[in-house]
């Protein structure tokens, strides 16, 4: 069974930094692309960044160098780097497969961003 638990959130200000982190449990992690994903009330949750199992990554426009998402497949972890923080970015964050499967999804971590 394939849990995702993702941790790191909370408060910043504008401009501040937060490093968030995916611990996967199961085999699933080491052979598949991974993603962090965004939900804002009332919008569609949305694919910010996605990591290849090799490592080659893609980042949505909104968040392109201000955010790394990294793995570590030994550790079954995976992370988003998240610099230059915007009001913006202000979301619940949840990591999953790329594309999602429905069933992993978690509880996800709160990112709020405000002075």
């Known amino acids: 069974q394939v849990q995702l638990v993702e941790s790191g959130g909370g408060l910043v200000q504008p401009g501040g930094s937060l490093r968030l982190s995916c611990a996967a449990s199961?085999?699933?992690?080491?052979?598949?692309?991974m993603g962090w994903y965004r939900q804002v009330p009332g919008k569609q949750r949305e694919l910010v960044a996605g990591i290849s199992i090799g490592g080659s990554t893609n980042y949505a426009d909104s968040v392109k160098g201000r955010f790394t998402i990294s793995r570590d497949n030994a550790k079954n972890t995976m992370y988003l780097q998240m610099n230059s923080l915007k009001p913006e970015d202000t979301a619940v964050y949840y990591c999953?497969?790329?594309?999602?499967?429905?069933?992993?999804w978690g509880q996800g971590t709160r990112v709020t961003v405000s002075s």
């Open positions: 199961g085999s699933i992690f080491s052979i598949s692309a």
């Open positions: 999953n497969l790329v594309p999602y499967r429905y069933q992993y």
